[in-house]
């Protein structure tokens, strides 16, 4: 079974600061990707970012970056120089190949960030 | 492209009524599948459908059906709704193969009274 924990359930940042959103899985599969999903107030899901597991270079996109540890299985997000719109639900994603591309979610880290 | 719609966005139902979600994407994607949203669970999958036709059960499929007539289109049912069904419901679609990202429509807030 594949199982996806975010530890975080809130999380608070001043503006132009970092932050790491932590997530942590379980699987016994070797080829997967993982995502990070934000959802602000208006509900609709924006895919942030991706990582393909057999890739070992950490992926980016603009001032969001992970961390991906595979031995460990944890895939941290890290926001540099926060803004007020990055203020949402920030939600890890596992999809395992050749199943369908069917998604398991962690519970959800709600980011506030403060001016 | 309208990309994922959803229909209704809000809708309150009284326990035992029934009612049908509508989804419709218009990027010719293999895949849909149907979510509910709880506070502190994340999004859990109900049912998919891998294609015109087919349908299949995800993690909490019970008290919910499913259709797939159109590649388009992909309809959740509730019955018999209950309390328990209160949540928000997503609906997504993607390409089958390597393009893997998952497009998600806007939520449908119910409430079941």
């Known amino acids: 079974a594949q199982t996806v924990t975010q530890s975080q359930p809130e999380m608070s940042v001043q503006e132009a600061e970092t932050v790491t959103l932590s997530c942590t899985y379980d699987?016994?599969?070797?080829?997967?990707?993982l995502f990070w999903y934000k959802q602000p107030p208006s509900r609709q899901m924006i895919l942030v970012i991706r990582q393909e597991a057999y890739k070992q270079q950490n992926a980016t996109e603009n001032r969001f970056s992970v961390n991906f540890q595979k031995a460990a299985k944890s895939f941290s997000l890290k926001i540099s120089d926060s803004q007020l719109g990055d203020t949402a639900m920030y939600f890890c994603a596992f999809m395992t190949y050749n199943n369908f591309n069917k998604f398991y979610f962690g519970s959800g880290t709600k980011l506030n960030v403060k001016p | 492209n309208a990309g994922v719609t959803q229909t209704p966005k809000f809708r309150v139902l009284k326990t035992g009524q029934s009612m049908t979600l509508l989804c419709a994407q218009d990027?010719?994607?293999?895949?849909m599948y149907w979510y509910r949203q709880d506070p502190g669970m994340g999004l859990r999958l109900i049912h998919y459908s891998v294609g015109e036709g087919t349908t299949a059960k995800g993690e909490v499929p019970d008290g919910y059906n499913v259709s797939r007539l159109k590649k388009q289109n992909f309809l959740l049912g509730l019955e018999s709704a209950a309390p328990s069904q209160t949540s928000v419901y997503f609906c997504?679609?993607?390409?089958?193969?390597?393009?893997?990202?998952?497009?998600f429509g806007p939520g449908t807030r119910l409430t079941v009274l």
């Open positions: 699987t016994s599969e070797n080829n997967y990707y």
């Open positions: 997504a679609s993607s390409f089958a193969g390597v393009k893997v990202e998952q497009f």
């Open positions: 990027m010719n994607h293999e895949y």
